[in-house]
């Protein structure tokens, strides 16, 4: 069982940037590709970005690439999604999600992943 925890959520301006967190109970973190999704009220859960299990691939949705990078530190268990340049339309609840995996797959449908975080509100204020 793998437990994820996101942090790194809150209030920002138009133009800022939030990076977020998110950390895994397991050693063997290096066995799961990890993505970020997020959810704004009254829409679907939506993908953001997926990294592999050796961090050497990489996804991104239309909507923030060239503005958002994912990451991973293997010492650390730990996945982050820099985000620069954010908008109003970025607000929602963001999610790590976690499923074990080969070394280069990544995935962006959320019934792909087997675990998730609780979440973490991102505000952004225009």
């Known amino acids: 069982q793998v437990q994820l925890v996101e942090s790194g959520g809150g209030l920002v301006q138009a133009g800022g940037s939030l990076r977020l967190s998110c950390a895994a109970s397991v050693r063997t973190f290096t066995n799961y590709a990890v993505g970020w999704f997020r959810q704004a009220p009254g829409k679907e859960r939506e993908f953001v970005a997926a990294?592999?299990?050796?961090?050497?691939?990489?996804d991104y949705s239309d909507s923030v690439q060239g503005r958002f990078a994912i990451s991973r530190d293997s010492a650390k268990n730990t996945v982050y999604l820099q985000m620069n340049s954010l908008q109003p339309e970025d607000t929602a609840e963001y999610y790590c999600?976690?499923?074990?995996?080969?070394?280069?797959?990544?995935?962006?449908?959320?019934?792909?992943?087997?675990?998730w975080g609780q979440g973490t509100q991102v505000t952004v204020s225009s």
């Open positions: 990294i592999s299990r050796n961090g050497g691939n990489r």
């Open positions: 999600a976690a499923v074990s995996s080969s070394r280069y797959s990544l995935y962006r449908r959320r019934e792909q992943y087997d675990y």
